[in-house]
């Protein structure tokens, strides 16, 4: 399959509908507008957002104290309807909020829509941009042009019942084969358990192995891919996790096993600890990054989370720049993981968390060793919506399609899908 478009770094967040389409480049948000007024910010909205408010309410307080007759306001909008509320505001300037936080897998859509400025400039001029995870930098960036300064990622890495693992005599994996190899040794010992609870539907379950073998999404249908793609279905087979019980599990259903005691081993995001000690694995695990093909190395891990960027048509550019980079500072990002459990983009803040929190480090390590990310093309959201790659993974694990069939047609799909 020709590939058409480099994948970069980094939750995933679905590309929905279609904005307009423009190709003007976005201009930067150094200079310009008033420097004073009410300044319009767009948040997501949060199931528990109380926390997360009062991070952002000192971040005002701090904000205001030093910009005289500024105020903030800020609005929490709804993400299920973020694409609608997007496209309005490109369409109407007057409409448009200064600040936005958008999630890194919209940025395609937001960026062909010509919605988003330049903030290569403000990072540039600001002294904590240096310490942005260049993984993550890349996920901000379409086309060359930062859109956006990521403001926390989430990223999976592999949780094992320390318990278990310790009455067999078994040790955490430390490559993908001892993976394979101990998920199997659970299973023969505890046939009422699955070894390592993996899905068909879970596609941020099997990129990592697809990534590690050489392969990535734009050639699916490349021998490292394949490679990658055999190694995870193979775990969905009766000695480990059988196909009539996890060919059509989500990433969802897969924490649900791990939590409920049923597995010995997930691949699971940070996001998922309450679950999992809401479950009877509490007190009996412990975390390790997800290994690679050899020993000492990590399987580089989808990065997804949420960005801020400053509106093409916000009225006080500048003064959205001081507050994105004040919202975006090591002391928030710190403050935010306090809050949410938001892990860091800059290296500093994500330092302190591990300090005060040993339970990131294998996460945070992950997005050390690199991470990986969805083609940055607007037409990755018909890949996503038309459920491509677990269609994919879904065939082989049920046995309606060896690896090479799938992966051919999915390859045609996807190279279809993605701009010429």
Known sequence: MRLRLAAAAALALTITACAPSTSAPAPGATDGGPRTGALKVWLFDEPNRAPKEAVVKEAVTEFTAAHPDTTVDVQYIAVDTRSERFKGAFNDPASAPDVVEYGNTDLPEYATAGGLADLGAVVGNWPEGADLAADAKASATYRGTLLGVPWYLGVRALYYRTDVLAELGLKPPAT???????????????????????????????????????????????APSRAGLTAYTALIAEDNCPPQNCADLTGGKTVELFASGKAAMGILGNFNRAAVDAGAAKGRYAVVPLPGLTAGSIAPAFAGGNNLGIMKNAQRPALAADFLTLLASRKYQARMYDAMGNLPTLKPASAEVVAKDPFVKPFVDTIGAGTRFVPLDPGWGKIDASAVLPTMIEKVATGKATVDEATTEAAKLIDEALTP
């Open 176 to 222: 993908l084969a001892e993976l394979t190899s101990t998920a199997r040794a659970v299973r023969a010992a505890k046939p009422d358990m699955f070894g390592v609870a993996v899905g068909g539907k879970y596609t941020f379950g099997a990129l990592p192995f697809v990534w590690a073998n050489g392969g990535d999404i734009t050639s699916i249908d490349s």
